[in-house]
C-alpha cells in the first residue's frame, strides 16, 4: 500500500443489493479511488449474524464483489477482498471483546435493538457485530470510512474503542473519521418511508434491488406509497414518501431536486412516478449489462489477490496489539 490516506469499507453478502446501499455507500466510493488507497471489503463475517444458507452465501460472496466492479471500483486502483480470508479480523474482534467494548456500549447501539427486537434467540455474533466491524476498520490504520446513516453510531463506537486501547496499553490504532454524503445518506423503504430500504424487508416492494429486472423495479416504483396531495415537493417532514422519490430521481439523474419540483409543477404524481420508473429500469439495464460480462473466476482471482495483499498489513496491527496487552 503506498501512502495516500486509508478508505475502508463494505457491504455484507446478504440479501438482496438495493438502491440504498448504492446510493447511501457504493456509488459515493468510485470517486475516492485516485486521492486515496481504498480497501473495499466482503463483509462475509458480518452475514451469518444471522442465518445463512451455505450454498447462497457463497454465490452472494462472489455477488457482491462482482457489484462493486460493476458500479465502478477499478481492482487496478482499489482492493477487493473477502473478511473471512484475513483471520486477523475475528482475532482482533476478540482482543476488542475482552480489553475495549463494554456491555453498557453495545447495549446502546440501535441497529441490534432494531434487528432482534424482542427476540432473545438472535445469535450472540449479531449483539457483538459492531465489534467486528471496529476491526474490520483498526486492522488497517484507517482514515475514513464513508457510508450511509445507518452505520454512524457504529463508527463512532469504533472510535471510543481505539482511544481506550490506545489509552490503556499505548498506541496501536489510527481513529477513523465517519463520511457521511448528505444526498442519499438515508433512502427509505418504497412502501414506508419511515424505515430505511433495506435487504432484510419482508416486502420487496420496499426496495429496488440492483439485479431486479427492470419491469420488475417499474412496477415497483409505480406501486411506491405517496400522500394524496399531488404536489411533487421535497419536504421530508411532512411528505417524506414522495421526498424519498425525489432523492432518488436526483441522484440518478444527475439533476437537482429543485429543478425536479419544477418540472413536475402542476402535473400531479403520474408523469413524476412514470419519468423515474423508467430511469431506475434504464440505470438498471446498464448496471446489469456491466455486472453480465464479469466473469466468476476474474472475480475469485481479484478476492484472491486483495487477501493476499492485505494479510501483512493486517497481522503488523494484530500482532502490535497481542504484543501490547502482553499476548507474543
Ligand atoms: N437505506 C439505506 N440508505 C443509504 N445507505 C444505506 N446502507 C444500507 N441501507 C441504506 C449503506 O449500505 C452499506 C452496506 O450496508 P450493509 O451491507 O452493511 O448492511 P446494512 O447497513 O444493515 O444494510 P441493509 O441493506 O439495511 O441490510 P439489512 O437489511 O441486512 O440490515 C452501508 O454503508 C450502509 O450504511
Known sequence: MDNKKIIFSGVQPSGNIHLGNYLGAIKNWIKLQDEYQCLFCVVDYHAITVKQDPKELKKKIIEIAKIYLASGIDPK???????????????????????????????????????????????????????????????????????????????ELTRVLAKRFNNEYGKVFKIPEVVIKKEGARIMGLDDASKKMSKSASSEFNYIALLDDSDRAKKKIMKAVTDSEGVVKYDVKNKPEVSNLLTVYSLLSGYSVKDLEDKYKGSGYGDFKKDLAELVAQFLISFQEKYNNIKDEDVEKILEKGAKELKSVANTTLNNAKEKIGLN
Request: hydrophobic letters at 35%; glycine letters at 4%.
Open 77 to 155: 486502483k482499489s482492493v477487493i477482498f473477502q473478511q473471512s480470508q484475513i483471520s486477523e479480523h475475528t482475532e482482533l474482534t476478540w482482543m476488542l471483546n475482552c480489553v475495549s467494548a463494554r456491555m453498557s456500549d453495545l447495549n446502546k447501539m440501535t441497529q441490534y435493538k432494531d434487528k432482534a427486537g424482542d427476540n432473545e434467540n438472535v445469535s450472540v455474533g449479531l449483539f457483538d457485530y459492531p465489534v467486528l466491524m471496529a476491526s474490520d476498520i483498526l486492522l488497517y490504520q484507517t482514515d475514513l470510512v464513508p457510508v450511509g446513516e445507518d452505520q454512524k453510531q457504529h463508527i
